[in-house]
């Protein structure tokens, strides 16, 4: 089983470990529902090492994501610029959602899912073969997500003052080069913050020194719940090589123009988007007690549906769901729970935003 270069920190602070797509990584280090709410009320880290980093270097680099992913990479003008899209097969299925980062006019750094590695390396290298470009999988690096309300202060306490300066002034969805450090002003909490990779020879230094400025570690359970009440979505879960875009609340991914721009999975898409899709991604909130899960049966008199992902919100306090349900699905339904019916309501996620309920209810 992989390990990443912080395993042994893990270990000496007694994470209970479990095998994450082939990775051994830290599920808690005690308390899931403490290091949850210590991402929602102050900062917390994640090792995110086992994340796929892909550079695309040459002229053709931006011709080439033109053609390989849905969203426009042609939005990304200033160096560092952040986008979010997803990468389609022909019938229009979501191989992997990824960020793209413009690094300048013939660099471009992709930030991929550990799950889909494997996969993605394939359908990339395949479909680059008649493009003027290079793909590296740069070896020897780990990355750290620091997230929560003071991550990017505390982050700053351990950066030199020249980094400190540079990245002080970075917007959301933006990244830079600081000397051998790739800081990016992203995240997978609904939380502010930075996700920085390095050279693995360096990680547990910074690990250290952001435990010292107070940035507590958070294992992979809480990383999950934290994204589903931000209702982002999770690959293999709530979206696949089934699933378009257009059902599972990624339609704004989606570039349509220029119309000559012909990505993989256009014209799938465009008779979907033409013909009108049968189901819709959408948020539940359970009325009694109960956890929601994936793969439970949803219930309603449009016809039933199924959770996509679902978990305890400790924010809320109570049982929070993604759900692919039918389009003509109200604002009401049941969901069946160890063989009974259970009621729900459905509302417009996201659940959770800076820490605070922020769902529209559906009339």
Same mark, same amino acid.
């Given at each position: 089983?992989?390990?990443?270069?912080?395993?042994?920190?893990?270990?000496?602070?007694?994470?209970?470990?479990?095998?994450?797509?082939?990775?051994?990584?830290?599920?808690?280090?005690?308390?899931?529902?403490?290091?949850?709410?210590?991402?929602?009320? $102050?900062? /917390?880290?994640?090792?995110?090492?086992?994340?796929?980093?892909? $550079?695309?270097?040459?002229?053709?680099?931006?011709?080439?994501?033109?053609?390989?992913?849905?969203?426009?990479?042609?939005?990304?003008?200033?160096?560092?610029?952040?986008?979010?899209?997803?990468?389609?097969?022909?019938?229009?299925?979501?191989?992997?959602?990824?960020?793209?980062?413009?690094?300048?006019?013939?660099?471009?750094?992709?930030?991929?899912?550990?799950?889909?590695?494997?996969?993605?390396?394939?359908?990339?290298?395949?479909?680059?073969?008649?493009?003027?470009?290079?793909?590296?999988?740069?070896?020897? @690096?780990?990355?750290?997500?620091?997230?929560?309300?003071?991550?990017?202060?505390?982050?700053?306490?351990?950066?030199?003052?020249?980094?400190?300066?540079?990245?002080?002034?970075?917007?959301?969805?933006?990244?830079?080069?600081?000397?051998?450090?790739?800081?990016?002003?992203?995240?997978?909490?609904?939380?502010?913050?930075?996700?920085?990779?390095?050279?693995?020879?360096?990680?547990?230094?910074?690990?250290?020194?952001?435990?010292?400025?107070?940035?507590?570690?958070?294992?992979?359970?809480?990383?999950?719940?934290?994204? @589903?009440?931000?209702?982002? #979505?999770?690959?293999?879960?709530?979206? $696949?090589? #089934?699933?378009?875009?257009?059902?599972?609340? @990624?339609?704004?991914?989606?570039?349509?123009?220029?119309?000559?721009?012909?990505?993989?999975?256009?014209?799938?898409?465009?008779?979907?988007?033409?013909? /009108?899709?049968?189901?819709?991604?959408?948020?539940?909130?359970?009325?009694?007690?109960?956890?929601?899960?994936?793969?439970?049966?949803?219930?309603?008199?449009?016809?039933?549906?199924?959770?996509?992902?679902?978990?305890?919100?400790?924010?809320?306090?109570?049982?929070?769901?993604?759900?692919?349900?039918?389009?003509?699905?109200?604002?009401?339904?049941?969901?069946?729970?160890?063989?009974? @019916?259970?009621?729900?309501?459905?509302?417009?996620?996201?659940?959770?935003?800076?820490?605070?309920?922020?769902?529209?209810?559906?009339?």
């Amino acid at each position: 089983m992989n390990k990443t270069p912080l395993y042994d920190q893990h270990l000496a602070m007694n994470a209970k470990m479990v095998d994450f797509s082939g990775w051994n990584m830290p599920i808690h280090y005690g308390s899931q529902l403490n290091e949850h709410n210590i991402v929602r009320s $102050d900062a /917390g880290m994640f090792d995110v090492s086992h994340m796929n980093v892909l $550079d695309l270097r040459g002229e053709q680099a931006k011709a080439f994501l033109q053609k390989l992913v849905a969203n426009d990479v042609d939005q990304l003008k200033s160096d560092g610029k952040a986008l979010y899209t997803c990468m389609l097969n022909e019938q229009a299925g979501v191989i992997d959602d990824l960020i793209i980062y413009f690094i300048h006019n013939s660099y471009y750094r992709i930030v991929l899912n550990a799950a889909t590695r494997k996969k993605d390396l394939a359908w990339i290298t395949q479909q680059s073969e008649h493009f003027n470009l290079t793909l590296e999988s740069p070896e020897g @690096l780990a990355m750290i997500a620091i997230q929560g309300p003071n991550a990017r202060t505390k982050v700053h306490q351990v950066l030199d003052d020249e980094t400190c300066t540079k990245v002080a002034e970075m917007k959301p969805f933006n990244a830079c080069f600081c000397g051998e450090l790739f800081i990016a002003r992203t995240g997978y909490t609904g939380e502010d913050g930075y996700e920085i990779v390095l050279p693995a020879s360096g990680v547990e230094v910074l690990w250290t020194k952001l435990r010292q400025a107070g940035v507590a570690p958070i294992g992979l359970g809480a990383r999950d719940t934290l994204r @589903l009440e931000a209702a982002m #979505s999770l690959y293999g879960a709530d979206m $696949d090589e #089934s699933i378009s875009p257009l059902e599972c609340n @990624l339609n704004w991914t989606v570039a349509w123009q220029p119309v000559e721009r012909d990505f993989i999975g256009r014209t799938a898409l465009q008779k979907q988007r033409e013909a /009108g899709v049968e189901y819709k991604l959408v948020g539940l909130l359970l009325e009694g007690r109960g956890v929601l899960r994936g793969h439970q049966r949803v219930v309603s008199d449009a016809g039933d549906g199924k959770v996509t992902s679902g978990t305890f919100s400790p924010t809320l306090g109570r049982s929070i769901a993604l759900a692919r349900v039918p389009v003509a699905m109200g604002n009401r339904c049941q969901v069946e729970i160890r063989g009974k @019916l259970q009621d729900a309501r459905v509302v417009k996620p996201p659940f959770v935003h800076h820490g605070k309920a922020c769902y529209e209810e559906l009339n």
